[in-house]
């Protein structure tokens, strides 16, 4: 989302850039010399460092359409799209494009043959740093000018006080008015000035941050801290009300971390926990549901990136029917010619399931190839938000999140408020005695192992833009799914939910004081452990035999 | 082509017990080279693509005529990366199908297994990736670099004015011995350069571990505590690399802030993911698709018609190190088989020094007397939004291979 208004934004900003082509002109001291400052561009890092800086402090006088001017070949530069031959460079409107405008003049060009810098890591901060500062000058839109300021943000020490006042002072709408005013008086730590130190303290204490709260760290070594009560007390202060909102963001990053490693804990082993219950089948192939419900969810992009472009972000959406008949319908099938041959014998069905699984991860490959799937990421589902401190929510993991609930609510609505979940339930409590009744035991399995199967390839939905997508993706999933529903307790839903909580944030929990290593041997010593004490897990169904 | 599997294994191993009759007659005018890589498991992804590399330098081969008059069979496998099977399919490979040279091995932990069979056996495995030195077997031809000429100038580069002045180190791996011994040799480089010990932080996840989130919230926290530029340096591998890269675009964090140095990071790990927000981060090897030599175009044109004509299962406009690695290996053992005349393994280990050959990457691979190690260049590329590498860096020439590591 905010990558694209970026986009547009530049895209006005070159067009905008491209009306001013008019021969430069000078500024009351210091002009930017266009030819020079288009080689230093081209030149090695030494000199694109010292260009880039010098523009960064003129930038405070320098007049907006040179601004605008070295803002648009500044973004070239980044984008690749800045070709040079020799001295001279060229502004191509895409990379690798046969035709260019010269940076300096505007005359038209052949780019063949010019190179295209590839900037170092030094540089690329300075360069997105003074882009950033000529998009918040002459951004033609509030958008733009705030996504320049958010990367201003980033290394707002390398940004002249000055530069901020001015843009400050040039900013016509109030509420980025209001934001500017406040970085610039966060970046004042420094300042000679007593009380404008005071209001930056505050001002950073406002916005927390592992990153605030080593600035304000900084500053305890200063000989002000020593002499100056009111200054003690206000960071001292600030440091308290920092440290608490940190540690309460990092409080927050747990408890969502747990709650999306559970989610997908939970969505794996939902389908699993349904058939196990009820049929005592262990199906080794549940995984590959997962990967059929993902692959299915790459089908629908294809078909809609071919059919309705513009629907394109939707695929996620449109995909969960789809992939939930697409596992649903594989189920069906390996039950119907399989393992309903197999029930009264355990062992030869985990085997078969073993082979199924097989067959199917190898049956992808050879049918698509085994590289990682390309996924179009629609922004629902890409970056993150910070929320408070530094706890950042995810939009892939929020989905999952939301996904998981989803899966939980239907999974309870079918099996409670259903004939057909009044039949599962009956047949797994008594399957001779529902027999008896006239429920006809192997059409429920058929449905049952069908909807155990669907909800794996709702999980392969869900989980496409977390983790990658190839044929052996569904491996991963197993071990962690079999442990869900044993410790749970065969056959009931809660108790799927309440262990993959559980798991999930034993794991999360663990991880950060003895590695991931070790959190996974502790979380399984402990399973164990427990299953002694439970043979039937957290929640058993009463069963009668 | 042999397929093997755990079943073809057993079916062998029957056969064995059967008469010698069942050897093919036309055993005679071929030689047999063995593949060592995974189709199925967390690496399947990358090393599968190797299996067709060494194929088509083998087809190549033989459009020409052969070695020594001989044409080259290739003998595929998947070890379905089970580091134990690497082990005992390499034996069935060297005492039953009696290859000539093995090809095989990405994680050093399956290269380990494999070397006390190639010496009980006196065979010879062309081993292609970069990985952590230390060791030294008349048996293995290490065709890739040691850490000197590869992690070494990366995180120099990283460390110095011309990269970002890196001062703070999180060094995150899978669990095996490759990112525990390069950690342990970067640790001890990094103390020789005065750097503290407070001054990093090392994690390491189990084999196809996926969630990072916890992680990279850690890396976050680190990355905010004061002291000077910290990175990532990343030895994480296979699947886990792209699932790393996810929640660390998405957690919000550019390479301007922190760089990620990824040791194992090649193209292919950017297939399938949005690289926008990760341009920048770096990874060290001995060859980039994006290397300017002729060798490179007409590599890159015959892998992607070989992709087209024999529909592989792998991107026909990808190409890996490993993969040129691979390739020089057969190339390198062929040299030596044609100079040796012959293609037993103490004659052809003979002919080794002295060989060179002009690869892909555009330096030209050298062999000395010293040891079985390759002199090759070093490429530091950068993520682009292409889904590939832009060479920000490359050696002048290629630096004679140190296999021992002097730190750690």
Redesign the interface.
Known sequence: MV?GVRRLGLVALLAWGASLMMPPALAADAPLERGPFAAALCGD?AAQTKAVEAFLHRAAEAEAAEIAWAGAALRALL??RLACLGETALLLDR?GAAEGVEAATGTARPAAGGRSP?????Q??LV?TASGAAALLTGPSVEARRAGLSILE??IGAVPEAFLLRAASAETDPGLRASLAAVAQSAALSSPDPARRLAAIRAVSEAP???A??RL??LKTDAAYGSDPAFRSALDAALARVERAVSIG?GL??LY?GL??AS?LFMAAAGLAIIFGLMGVINLAQGEFIMIGAYATYGVQEVLRRLAPAWLDAYLLAAIPVAFLASAGVGIAIEALILRHLYRRPLMSLLATWAVSLFL??GV??A????????A?PSYV???V?LYA?F?V????LFAIAFAVATLALTLVILKRTPLGLDIRAVTQNRDMAACLGIRTRRVDRLAFGFGSGLAGLAGVALCP????????G??FIVDSFMVVVLGGVGTVAGTLVAALGIGSA??LI??LY???AA?VIVLAGIILFLQRRPEGLFAVRRRR | MVEFTRRSLLGTAAALAAPALIRPAWAADTVKLGCLFS????M??IE?RLNHVVRMAAEGLNAKGGVNGRRIEVVTSDPASDWPLYAQIGRQMLQQEKVAALFGCWTSVSRKSVLPVVEQNDGLLFYPLHFEGDENSKNIVYVNSPPASSVLPAVDY?MG?????AKRFFMIGS?YVWPRTINKQLKAYWTSKGVPETAWRE????L????F???V??I??F????GGQPIVVLTVVG?SI??FL??F????I????V?ILGLDMVE?DL??L?T??L??H?NCWAYLQAAKAEANTRFLSEWAAYVKAKSV???AD?VIDPMVSAYDSVQLWALAAAKAGSFDVPEVRKAFPGLSFADPSGYTLTMGAENNYVARGVFIG?V???QGF???WQSPDAPKPVPFSPYG
Request: glycine fraction near 12%.
């Open positions: 990558e890092g984008d690749r990379t590839v900037l170092g890591l030094r690329r901060a997105e980033r290394r941050s592992g990153a709260f080593s760290s900084a990092n990053a747990v971390n999306s490693f997908i991860i190898n490959r050879v698509v190839g085994s590289q990682n799937l390309q996924f990421m890409s970056g993150g910070p530094d950042v995810t939009w892939n993991r977390i983790y990658s997508v190839n044929p052996g993706m491996a991963n794991n999360v991880e950060p590695g991931a290593v996974k | 189709s199925s498991g967390t399947a992804n599968g990283l004015a011309e990269g970002v002045g669990d994690e390491y996840v189990p196809g571990f996926s969630n989130q916890t992680l919230n850690q976050r926290s990355a905010a505590q004061p699947s792209p699932d996810r929640e675009a998405n957690q919000g550019r390479a301007t802030d760089p292919a297939e399938g949005d926008a927000p341009v920048g770096l299962p792998f991107s990808t950068s682009n939004e292409k832009d060479i920000l």
